[in-house]
Structures are given as C-alpha cells and as structure tokens.
C-alpha cells in the first residue's frame, strides 16, 4: 500500500495552495480530483479571467454561523500575500473596480501558477480519481481510490461546494464530514440569480438585457450595484450578492434610482417641464424601457402637469422603493457559490484541522464560509488552504 503525509482530495483553489504549501514543507503530498481537469472552477471564474482576491479582503465580507473562523485564516495569509505570488510568476493583472483583481488575459495563467509551484514543491497530482471509501486506523487514515489503496497522516477535505455540478461538484465532502461526526449547515445556493413567477416575471421578461444602477436591500443589508432584467428574474452584481442573505419567503426592496428622490423630482418636473410626457420625465431617471414598463404597469400617462399626486407618489414608490418578493433562485446550477457546509465551530480556526479528528481538515468552499461577490472566495480558498499547508 502507498503511504503518503498528506492527502488531499479537491485540486480546487483551496486544495491546490494546501498542496503547495505542505510540499514546501517536505510532506510527501498527493494531491487528487474525480474530474479530468484541474481548477475548472478557477478557468471559469471571473468571466475567464479570474477574480483572484480582493484588496479590501477582511472578515466582515464573510458570512459564517461562526464569524470569527475566517479571521485567522485571512490575516496568517492576506490578499497581499497572494499578490506578491501573482506577481512573482509575472502574470498581468488589473483592478476592475471595487478592489477586485483580475487577470489581464486569462485565468489559466492563475493555473498554471499553481501548478508549477506544485511541481517545485513535488506534489504529486492525480485526475480522474475518485475516492471510494475512507475508513481510519490507530493513526493513519486509509483511502480506497480508483488507483488503489493508499495510507495518510493527514488528510484534507477540499472539494468546495455544489455549485456547477456540471464541471465536478459533489455533496462527497460533506458526507466524508458526516461519516467523522462533523455537523453541516445547511446548504443553499449564493451569488445566484434570483427568479419570479408571479406577474412580476412577466416585466423582467419584457426587460431583458435592461441594466441600472440600484440599491438592493434584503432585512438589515444592502447593495449598491449594477441590476440586470432576465428572462427568469434579475441579476447583476447587486442581486447576487444580495441572493446569499436572501431566504425563501423574504422580500427584497429595490432602489432603481439611487441617486434621485424621484417623488421631488417629478413633482420639480411637473412646474419646470408640464408638457413633457411622464415616461419621458421618468426616463431621465431610470433607462427609458424601464420607464415606460413602470408607467405603463401603473396605468400613468399623460403630461406630467397632469399627472396627481397619488400618482406622481405611485411612480416614485416604484422607482425608490420597489417592493419585490423572488419565488426563488436559479440554484446550483449558475450558483457561484454554497451558502453553509461543515459547521466551523467543530474546525479549528488556527489551523483548519477538525477539533473531532486528528489529522483530519476541511479548507475553501465544503466549510461554512462564504464571501461576498468580488474576489473574495478565492481569498478564503488560498487563505485556509494555506493555513492548513503549515499544520498537515
Ligand atoms: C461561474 C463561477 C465563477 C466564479 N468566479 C469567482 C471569481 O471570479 N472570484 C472568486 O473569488 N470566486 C469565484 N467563484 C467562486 C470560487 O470559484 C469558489 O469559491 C472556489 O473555487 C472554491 O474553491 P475550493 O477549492 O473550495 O473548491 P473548488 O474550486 O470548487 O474545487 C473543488 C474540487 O474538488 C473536486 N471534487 C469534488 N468532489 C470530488 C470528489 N468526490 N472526489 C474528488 N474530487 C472532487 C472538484 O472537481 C474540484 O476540482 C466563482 C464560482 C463560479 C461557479
């Protein structure tokens, strides 16, 4: 039987720094992943050009059942940390905006770092493996792979969440959690596009491809960022991030015009400009097929001078304050992330090792640690599979 230090299954973000790291350290590392290429979540990611950290990373852009786990993790290795790597192997990056970070030209080049810093660390990587079982012996955990049967001092979880199963993801984590006594949180899709049903579906619809600028606010939290009408829904930016706070049976209240009081606004108009039609006045605050749908759906037409008050205040309620309630999401399918996971108060925030199982460690995405949209996640992803690197 083969004897390694260290096991780790997922050759994720998490999973590879992991590898890199407990290499660096001269553990004899095997790295393994059930898909037949490495890092898919990572080529697809930001668009093909990965939003690979964040420069304002810090634990309040995390959402956890325990806020505190991330905090070790992200300041034993910060955003800076993974720059100086970016920079170190030359690949060109640039802040879109919001302190994201992106690749010039293509996340393959974040990769291909990856990889060739395991080599340097001797990590022996494997695809197209899959795990069939894992039981534990008085002191070293035995593995059943399709490439037989191996022996490991440590062995880390770091197979993310169920987001695209399409490209390899898998609820296996989460058992192997189950099966060494570990609690999980539920799961739900985040960073989602959410959906109607309702008549509210049939206004996206007519909206498709229609963006603005707008606040989005689900209970106690809020979004300023762009918001896109689909034909299932909205999405953007403002939506997926609020999408992780969102619960099913919640209401999301809409800002489609930020920047204007559009009650005074159209009240200035109707003195300033009473000739002007109201979805022209409407359509200098928000973009002029929105307006048109918002009077229209409101039945208001006519010049603005004669519009009434009631009315003037209808219009405004649905430019400032646009009362919405999702009948749900798109789900795992288009979901960037997995809200929940392993319960963290079971994992060691030091060092990512569970607090039930020696040797035993969950990094990146199969806990519950989620970031906000914006480069985040890797953050977390390179952050615990760091930490985990110096302990396995
Ligand atoms: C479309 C999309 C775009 C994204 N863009 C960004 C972005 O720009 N910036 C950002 O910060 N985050 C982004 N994310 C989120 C980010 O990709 C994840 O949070 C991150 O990849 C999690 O890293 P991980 O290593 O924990 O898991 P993953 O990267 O998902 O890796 C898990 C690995 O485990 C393997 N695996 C699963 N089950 C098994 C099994 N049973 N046996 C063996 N191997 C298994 C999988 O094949 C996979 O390779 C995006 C996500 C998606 C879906």
Redesign the pocket.
């Known amino acids: 039987m083969k004897q390694y230090d260290v096991v780790i ?9 992991c590898a890199i790291e407990a290499g660096k350290r001269g553990r004899k590392v095997w790295l ?4 037949k ?6 080529r ?4 093909g ?6 420069i304002h990373a810090a634990p309040n852009a995390y959402l956890s059942q325990n806020p505190h786990l991330c905090k070790s993790a992200l300041s034993q290795y910060t955003q800076q940390d993974f720059i100086e790597m970016v920079e170190k192997h030359r690949i060109k990056y640039h802040e879109k905006k919001l302190g ?1 970070l ?1 690749c010039d030209v293509t ?1 393959q080049d974040i990769i291909d770092m990856l990889l060739k810093e395991c080599e340097e660390a001797r990590v022996h990587i494997s695809k197209d ?3 069939e079982d894992i039981t534990k012996d008085s002191e070293k955990y035995v593995l059943t792979t399709t490439q037989g049967m191996v022996k490991a001092e440590s062995l880390v979880i ?4 169920l ?2 199963p399409k ?7 989460y058992t192997i959690a189950k099966q060494f006594g570990h609690d999980l949180v539920e799961t739900r899709a985040g ?1 989602v596009p959410l959906t109607f049903t309702d008549e509210i579906l049939g206004f996206c619809k007519a909206l498709t491809g229609v963006s603005v600028d707008a606040v989005v606010t689900c209970g106690k939290t809020s979004f300023a960022e762009g918001m896109l009408f689909t034909h299932r829904g909205i999405s953007g930016p403002s939506i997926l991030q609020i999408s992780s706070y969102w619960k099913e049976g919640d209401s999301i209240t809409i800002n489609l015009a930020p920047h204007c009081d559009a009650k005074a606004y159209l009240t200035d108009k109707q003195k300033s400009q009473p000739k002007q039609e109201i979805h022209n006045s409407v359509a200098e605050i928000v973009p002029a097929r929105l307006a048109e749908l918002i009077c229209e759906q409101h039945n208001v037409k006519g010049r603005i001078a004669e519009i009434s008050r009631k009315n003037i205040e209808k219009l405004a309620t649905a430019i400032n304050n646009w009362q919405v309630k999702p009948n749900g999401s798109e789900g795992y399918r ?4 997995t809200l929940g996971g392993v319960n963290t108060n079971d994992i060691s925030s030091k060092t990512m090792e569970s607090k039930l199982q020696e040797n035993l460690f969950f ?5 519950d640690v ?2 906000h ?9 390179w952050s ?2 760091y930490v985990a690197g110096q302990y396995v």
Do not use: P
């Open positions: 299954v997922g050759a994720g973000a998490a999973g590879l720094m393994i992943d059930h898909s290429k490495i890092g898919e979540k990572i697809i990611s930001g668009g050009r990965c939003n690979f950290t964040n994201q992106f996340a493996t899959a795990v770091a197979t993310g969440g987001s695209i490209i390899g993801a898998t609820k296996w984590g960073l288009t979901a960037e992330v990094i990146g995405e199969v806990a989620t970031g949209l914006g480069g985040y996640n890797f953050q977390w992803a615990s599979g």
